[in-house]
C-alpha cells in the first residue's frame, strides 16, 4: 500500500514554455501534498505544502506564480512550472502524507525535467 | 534556526559495518526518519525513531538519543547495492520535514 505515482517521469521542453507534472496517491487518501525540488548532488528542497481544497503554502524563495499547486482532490495534486527557463532543470519530486497519519510522507518517483 | 548535521561522504568495504551520524537541532521534535536514495531516484523508507534506543530492521538499525539531539544509522554486512545518499530528517513540531543534506556512501568490493 501507500503508493504515490508521478507523470511524467521526465520530460523536456523549450524555454518559454510551461510544463505540469502530476502527483497521484494511488491506494490512500492523501490531505497533504508536498513538492520537492532537487539538483545533483543536492538533498531535497521544499518547495510548498499542499493541502486539498486550499491554497498551497510556498517556502521563502520559491515563486508562487511560476511554480502553480494545485491540489482538487484527495488524490491528486499538480505542480505547473511556468514560462520555464533553463535553471528551472531538476528533479522535482511529489510526497503524500496519509490522512489519518502526521508523520510518514509517501515519495512519488520523481520527474526529471530538462529546458532547453 | 533549524540546523541537521550528517558527514557528507563516507566509504565502506562490502561485508563491513558502518555507521552513519546525524546530529539535530529543530524547533520541536516529532520523530526522525532516515531515507536511502540511489542516483536518479526518489528517496525510499528506511526507518522512523521517536523513542529512545535501538531499532532494528534486518541489516539496518537505526539509534536515536533526544537528550543529546543525536541518531545514527547502522548497516550491518554492506552490500555493493548500499552504495546511495542517506538521508536524515527531522519532523518538527509542526509536522515538516527538517531534511540534513545527505551522506554519499560509497562501497568498495
Known amino acids: 500500500g501507500a503508493v504515490v505515482s508521478q507523470h511524467p517521469s521526465w520530460v523536456i521542453c523549450k524555454s518559454g514554455t510551461s510544463v505540469k507534472i502530476e502527483c497521484r496517491s494511488l491506494d490512500f487518501q492523501a490531505t497533504t501534498m508536498f513538492w520537492y525540488r532537487q539538483f545533483p548532488k543536492q538533498s531535497l528542497m521544499l518547495m510548498a505544502t499542499s493541502n486539498e481544497g486550499s491554497k498551497a503554502t510556498y517556502e521563502q524563495g520559491v515563486e508562487k506564480d511560476k511554480f502553480l499547486i494545485n491540489h482538487a482532490s484527495l488524490t491528486l495534486s499538480t505542480l505547473t512550472v511556468t514560462s520555464a527557463h533553463p535553471e528551472d532543470s531538476s528533479f522535482y519530486i511529489c510526497?503524500?502524507?496519509?490522512?489519518?497519519?502526521?508523520?510518514?510522507?509517501?515519495f512519488g518517483p520523481g520527474t526529471r525535467l530538462t529546458v532547453t | 534556526g533549524q540546523n541537521i548535521d550528517q558527514p557528507t561522504e563516507m566509504t565502506a568495504t562490502e561485508g563491513a559495518i558502518v555507521q552513519i551520524n546525524c546530529t539535530y537541532q529543530?524547533?520541536?521534535?516529532?520523530?526522525l526518519f532516515w531515507y536511502q536514495q540511489h542516483a536518479g531516484e526518489a528517496p525510499t523508507f528506511l526507518s522512523y525513531n521517536v523513542l529512545d534506543g535501538l531499532e532494528e530492521k534486518g541489516r539496518f538499525s537505526s539509534f536515536l538519543s533526544r537528550s543529546k539531539g543525536y541518531s545514527y544509522l547502522l548497516l550491518k554486512e554492506l552490500q555493493m547495492k548500499d552504495s546511495a545518499s542517506y538521508l536524515c530528517?527531522?519532523?518538527?513540531?509542526?509536522?515538516?520535514?527538517?531534511w540534513g543534506a545527505g551522506t554519499k556512501l560509497i562501497i568498495k568490493p
Open positions: 530528517a527531522v519532523l518538527d513540531s509542526n509536522y515538516q520535514l527538517i
Open positions: 529543530t524547533s520541536g521534535f516529532n520523530g
Open positions: 510526497s503524500a502524507r496519509e490522512t489519518s497519519e502526521f508523520y510518514e510522507q509517501y
